[in-house]
T-cell receptor, first 115, second 112 residues
Framework: GQQLNQSPQSMFIQEGEDVSMNCTSS?????WLWYKQDPGEGPVLLIA?????ELTSNGRLTAQFGITRKDSFLNISASIPSDVGIYFC???????????????FGKGTKLSVKP | NAGVTQTPKFRVLKTGQSMTLLCAQD?????MYWYRQDPGMGLRLIHY???????AKGEVPDGYNVSRLKKQNFLLGLESAAPSQTSVYFC???????????FGPGTRLTVL
């Protein structure tokens, strides 16, 4: 099936540092979404992107929809301990055989913050 | 609003047993989804529904069945559980035409 390459797989950062992660694909996407999952919980939507080049912020989080429509990145500024968790990117392909709404998920970036 | 809820939260089955996972949403969403999440993997779509009475296969449908008899509920069934179905199962819902999916808290299933 289609693949999203999400990197890095994991990262340890010092509190207060900025964080960057990204997702890439060989396919073109119509939509990029970024979710965060806390242990024992379901993913929670952080940011949704619908247009190529779109740059959207949600508090300390900023995400961009790549111009080529094949990638997206998420930045977290001034990280704090509660940023710990797994971050997933998800996208909807521009051309697909299934019904509208199906998403493809990256494997996640596990973020750990040193207090 | 409770959003998306799932029952049960945990379950242990023996190989060959059957069970049904229930997902309920109170956001009046048309679309509902069942995913499984395995260690080191992203979410993989099992089945989905674009409306009451309709269901369709996702990426990994084998060994599962679903039903959407009411708009607010989406049931996932395992007729004969296998150890390979040990996983965390997430339900999600969304409005039609929009890609933003809202997830439930998950059901952790272990098949011995």
């Amino acid at each position: 099936g289609q693949q999203l390459n999400q990197s890095p797989q994991s990262m340890f950062i010092q509190e207060g540092e900025d964080v960057s992660m990204n997702c890439t694909s060989s396919s073109i996407f119509n939509t990029w979404l970024w979710y965060k999952q806390d242990p024992g919980e379901g993913p929670v939507l952080l940011i949704a992107l619908y247009k190529a080049g779109e740059l959207t912020s949600n508090g300390r989080l900023t995400a961009q929809f790549g111009i080529t429509r094949k990638d997206s990145f998420l930045n977290i500024s001034a990280s704090i301990p509660s940023d710990v968790g797994i971050y997933f990117c998800a996208g909807q392909l521009a051309f697909y055989g299934g019904s509208q709404g199906n998403l493809i998920f990256g494997k996640g970036t596990k973020l750990s913050v040193k207090p | 609003n409770a959003g998306v809820t799932q029952t049960p939260k945990f379950r242990v089955l023996k190989t060959g047993q059957s069970m049904t996972l229930l997902c309920a949403q109170d956001m009046n969403h048309e679309y509902m989804y069942w995913y499984r999440q395995d260690p080191g993997m992203g979410l993989r779509l099992i089945h989905y529904s674009v409306g009451e009475g309709t269901t369709a296969k996702g990426e990994v449908p084998d060994g599962y069945n679903v039903s959407r008899l009411k708009k607010q509920n989406f049931l996932l069934g395992l007729e004969s559980a296998a150890p390979s179905q040990t996983s965390v199962y997430f339900c999600a819902s969304s409005k039609p035409g929009l890609d933003t999916q809202y997830f439930g808290p998950g059901t952790r299933l272990t098949v011995l």
